[in-house]
């Protein structure tokens, strides 16, 4: 996930293929954590380039709120893949 971090990390990953590597191995991927992973690459890979003066997302400021809510998806995810496990 740190190469995604800058866009040059994301333009080189890009010009690599790395999109049709990623989505070959989430077809075929069970692990729900690297499933997650894989998910959440593609999609920084896919979508579109944060605007001017937010190309570095390590740099970026989250308002509190997003940060509270994004952790708590982190932590349900994370429950989810601990069921899944004892199953």
């Known amino acids: 996930e740190q190469l995604t971090a800058t866009k040059a990390g994301r333009?080189?990953?890009r010009s690599r293929?790395?999109?049709l590597v990623l989505?070959?191995?989430h077809t075929w991927e069970k692990d729900?954590?690297?499933l997650s992973?894989?998910?959440k690459l593609i999609q920084v890979?896919?979508?579109d380039e944060p605007?001017?003066?937010m190309e570095n997302l390590l740099e970026v400021t989250?308002?509190?709120e997003l940060e509270r809510r994004l952790r708590d998806a982190d932590r349900e995810e994370e429950e989810q893949w601990r069921k899944e496990r004892e199953k």
């Open 11 to 13: 333009l080189q990953l």
């Open 17 to 19: 293929g790395s999109y």
């Open 23 to 25: 989505r070959e191995l």
């Open 32 to 34: 729900p954590e690297v």
């Open 37 to 39: 992973t894989c998910h």
């Open 45 to 47: 890979l896919i979508g």
């Open 51 to 53: 605007e001017a003066g």
């Open 62 to 64: 989250i308002p509190e």
